[in-house]
């Protein structure tokens, strides 16, 4: 007769019963996310519709823009896509603290590479305040032209994405510190998190390659 497994060994992310089937919660986070890029799909449009009537103000613009900064900014955010995902895995194998001295990367749990995503999270939505203070000096506003329109509104959009995602991790991990165990739910929405952090950093890349990059 084969041993029936202790809930020991089980993972926190199929505790509360064996959870085969996709969860709800995730299968509507990845519906919605579609509907988002739909809309960054019309910000997209927009924006190369606009920039094709009017190439020289872009030209004019574009000049101004500091790339390398931007470039340190998009590395801190693509990043943190890897940082959130070591995360994941620790909520999958039901770690959720780390094992070990906090300097011990390897020992870490969902809590140290949440917090970790958290903050570099942040420090890109530091580094976008800082660029958008130096286009203002610049005479780029969003109510100057065409082009300080739509910078603003294609950046500014998914910063409030980002904003939203670290509110979420800042849910997850409060989430973690008043349970008393980790649980399949906790694990669940780790989880779901780390598709939206994922989505905005995509989406992230693709505008800075159309801003930045796309002469």
């Given at each position: 007769m084969t041993p029936v497994a202790s809930t020991a060994t089980i993972p926190a992310s199929r505790l509360h019963g064996h959870h085969d089937r996709p969860s709800m919660v995730s299968v509507g986070t990845i519906i919605w996310l579609s509907s988002e890029l739909m809309f960054f799909a019309a910000l997209?449009?927009?924006y190369f519709t606009i920039r094709s009537v009017s190439p020289e103000l872009w030209a004019e613009n574009t000049?101004?823009?500091?790339?390398?900064?931007?470039?340190?900014?998009?590395?801190?955010?693509v990043l943190s896509s890897l940082t959130c995902q070591l995360g994941v895995f620790a909520a999958e194998r039901g770690q959720v603290g780390r094992t070990g001295s906090l300097l011990s990367v390897k020992g870490w749990g969902l809590r140290e590479w949440f917090v970790l995503t958290y903050i570099?999270?942040?420090?890109?939505?530091?580094?976008?305040?800082?660029?958008?203070a130096n286009l203002v000096q610049e005479d780029i506003t969003i109510q100057?032209?065409?082009?300080?329109t739509m910078f603003y509104?294609?950046?500014?959009?998914?910063g409030l994405h980002v904003t939203g995602?670290?509110?979420?991790?800042?849910?997850?991990?409060?989430?973690?510190l008043l349970a008393r165990k980790f649980t399949h739910e906790q694990a669940v929405s780790a989880i779901v998190v780390s598709y939206y952090w994922h989505f905005v950093d995509v989406v992230w890349?693709?505008?800075?390659?159309?801003?930045?990059?796309?002469?």
């Open positions: 997209f449009a927009a000049a101004v823009l500091d790339v390398p900064f931007a470039s340190v900014n998009t590395t801190i955010l570099m999270g942040a420090v890109f939505i530091a580094g976008q305040a800082v660029e958008y100057d032209s065409a082009y300080g509104l294609t950046t500014g959009f998914h995602g670290l509110i979420a991790f800042l849910f997850v991990l409060g989430r973690t890349i693709g505008l800075f390659a159309t801003i930045y990059l796309i002469k």
